[in-house]
């Protein structure tokens, strides 16, 4: 605790939790771990804390070790030629911080990114320090997530791994093109280089598990990284596409996106006014969805001829406008995988459809109890053979009355305020 | 038919159901603090029994499944108003379709159990995160206030997480808490006397987590709506993060 008494170290906090804030990544789930007689657990589903006031959740205390960098990213705060102010924080000091803030349940864990200070392997080797007195000294069993830096010595990368749940890498841009326009310093072989490491030493461990119970683990949590959205023109198709290439083959768990934010005024990205693309994010997020819970593919979201998803309705919608003749489905009869391509209809109400459904036929009226958005899912369906829609089955039609109310045009004074009362609303 | 009244434990609900069957059909079972009479049927006040609250326990739980009884319970703990009739109907359902029951969410008696128990759920899966502890110096303080009474649910969590510390958790709503002492876990009645006043460890781990708090929020983005939607007001005035700042914060 004494060492949390250091003048500065409040100073270092704001710095350091401040450059780190552009990681997205929060979750704390992946792995299940009981208490093993010292401090801390996991708990698979991940437990969210508190939410900050952009309504991003707080699981894990989110930091950098360091902010200085040799790299000079364009997009990035840490970038070398930038003069924001630097610190590095002690192994020790990170330590204690992270146990204090446990123990008082205000986070679920750590979350441990870097700027490159030095080189890779200098800055992995701190890294490997500072857990290795998390985990070793004072017994801390909570939720590690760390950054794995790419051009790190790969034997140092395993022995991260070996004291993370998760490792991530974030390759922030899809393509080869923008890499070399915007970050310089790296190239997408290289980038990828740990993320296949990773990917084979967690398949290898798996399988030395099933003979071995007690091997440590290496990475239960899996792998996952980040793109920017917004700072380069690359497409949605693009970053899709690359997504669902990394879930594919290399097994990631999640693919975050990151609503580009103009940190620094230079020619090749969007003006320092620009406000970050929320809604595109929004949407990217909807069809990562779609990717790994729905049975979609990115291919059937996205072509060459349509390469971004429409801002005003959700990429489900989108797909079932475009395939109107494969609807209505009959609520009773349609297929799992079917039922998934409804709008409005979920995995959790597809599940209940189908459990219920084996007993009764399910009517209008019930799909609202089974947790259906009714309001989204009455133009897809039939219930027992009868369509609620209303309205013809034409793409322009139903897509009219799918979309969000326009905001009001004027305003129109009430009856019961005084005439032209500025109202707030 | 008949109003049962019992003492506010799940034995002693669980005992009514058990003379719902083998003496008299309840027309409801109530509080017996609470019950007001009526001018319907007879009371009774049944006194909560061990072996006849176990039989319908593992009656439930042969002829329907274990997490039935699982939503019962957490139906139980919930605010609900009329819980305890919510209940019967549930279980008389459970007992005449079996596992079958839980296929069956569309029915009035199906649907107000489930609604009651997913909301004691969600609740208690807040409070995993939403619990604050102060470091009294010798053990470890939070208090709470939930809508439901989750308690009883956080302690398999707390106790194995924080296992080699001394810690409680008061539920100031309900003047409970759940105490641990390293060994076993107890749920005793508690009430806060004297002002407890944190030490300067304590006061500047808060100050951090405040600090850090603050600089994880990307202002660009700002979205206090969304907050709003995640950390519902009612809950904020035992989570130091918001305490110390304006009402809305960050």
């Not at chain 1, 990681?23 to 704390?28: L, N, P, W």
């Not at chain 1, 007993?359 to 799909?367: G, I, Q, R, V």
């Not at chain 2, 049944?46 to 274990?66: F, N, P, S, T």
Request: hydrophobic content about 40%.
């Amino acid at each position: 605790m004494r060492v949390l008494h250091s003048p500065d170290l409040l100073e270092k906090l704001q710095i350091l939790a401040g450059a780190a804030k552009y990681d997205v990544s929060c979750a704390s789930s992946g792995t299940t771990r009981r208490g093993g007689g010292g401090l801390g657990n996991a708990k698979g589903y991940g437990i969210c804390h508190t939410w900050a006031a952009d309504g991003r959740c707080v699981a894990l205390l989110k930091v950098l070790f360091t902010n200085k960098c040799v790299n000079d990213c364009v997009y990035c705060a840490c970038r070398r030629g930038s003069d924001t102010p630097r610190a590095a924080f002690t192994a020790r000091e990170l330590a204690e911080l992270t146990v204090e803030f446990y123990r008082r349940n205000y986070i679920e864990g750590l979350f441990l990114s870097s700027a490159i200070e030095k080189n890779p392997d200098y800055t992995t080797e701190n890294i490997i320090a500072a857990l290795s007195l998390l985990r070793r000294e004072h017994k801390f069993f909570g939720y590690i997530h760390v950054k794995a830096i790419p051009g790190t010595d790969p034997t140092l990368i395993s022995r991260l791994g070996l004291l993370a749940d998760r490792v991530s890498i974030n390759l922030e841009l899809p393509s080869a093109r923008s890499l070399a326009l915007l970050a310089p310093q790296k190239q997408m072989p290289a980038l990828l280089a740990p993320v296949r490491q990773i990917y084979e030493e967690s398949a290898a461990n798996q399988a030395e598990r099933r003979r071995f119970r007690s091997a440590p683990k290496f990475v239960p949590a899996g792998q996952s990284t980040q793109f920017i959205v917004g700072a380069t023109p690359d497409s949605d198709l693009t970053l899709l596409s690359a997504s669902e290439t990394l879930y594919r083959r290399f097994a990631l768990k999640r693919v975050y996106f990151s609503a580009y934010v103009p940190l620094n005024d230079n020619p090749l990205l969007p003006a320092l006014s620009a406000m970050p693309p929320l809604r595109r994010e929004h949407r990217l997020y909807q069809a990562d969805w779609l990717l790994r819970f729905y049975g979609f593919q990115a291919g059937e979201l996205l072509d060459e001829s349509q390469p971004n998803l429409d801002t005003e309705l959700d990429p489900k919608i989108i797909w079932a406008l475009r395939h109107l003749h494969v609807f209505p489905l009959e609520i009773n009869r349609a297929s799992p995988e079917e039922l998934l391509r409804v709008p409005g209809i979920g995995v959790v109400s597809a599940r209940r459809i189908v459990r219920q459904r084996r007993f009764c036929a399910l009517n209008y009226d019930d799909l609202g109890k089974i947790g259906v958005v009714i309001k989204r899912a009455r133009y897809f369906i039939t219930c027992r053979g009868k369509y609620y829609g209303g309205i013809p089955l034409k793409p322009e039609i139903v897509r009219s009355r799918l979309l969000p109310p326009p905001a009001p045009a004027f305003y129109q004074p009430s009856l019961f305020d005084g005439a032209g009362s500025a109202r707030d609303e | 038919m008949i109003d049962y009244l019992y003492d506010e434990t799940f034995d002693g609900l669980l005992t009514c159901i058990f003379a719902h069957y083998y003496e008299e059909k309840a027309a409801g079972i109530y509080p017996e603090r609470l019950y007001q009479p009526s001018l319907l049927h007879g009371a009774r006040a049944v006194a909560a029994d061990r072996e006849r609250a176990g039989r319908v326990y593992a009656a439930l739980e042969q002829k329907a499944a274990r997490y039935v009884l699982r939503k019962i319970y957490y139906t139980f703990l919930s605010a609900v108003p009329g819980k305890e009739n919510i209940i019967l109907a549930y279980t008389v359902l459970a007992f005449r379709l079996g596992p079958r029951l839980t296929a069956c969410r569309t029915r009035p008696e199906v649907l107000a159990l489930e609604t009651a128990s997913d909301r004691v759920d969600t609740e208690r899966e807040r409070f995993l995160g939403f619990v604050r502890f102060r470091d009294m110096g010798r053990f470890l303080y939070a208090a709470i206030a939930p809508d439901h009474n989750i308690l009883p649910l956080l302690a398999d969590h707390f106790t194995d997480r924080l296992a080699g510390e001394y810690f409680m958790i008061h539920d100031t709503g309900r003047d409970t808490a759940l105490v641990w002492d390293k060994r076993d876990p107890s749920l005793v009645p508690f009430r806060q006397t004297g002002n407890w006043r944190p030490n300067e460890d304590e006061r500047l781990c808060q100050s951090l987590w405040r600090e850090y708090f603050e600089h994880i929020a990307i202002s660009e983005r700002r979205n206090t709506r969304l907050q709003g939607q995640f950390v519902p007001r009612r809950y904020r005035a035992h989570l130091t993060e918001f305490q110390g700042f304006g009402p809305a914060s960050g």
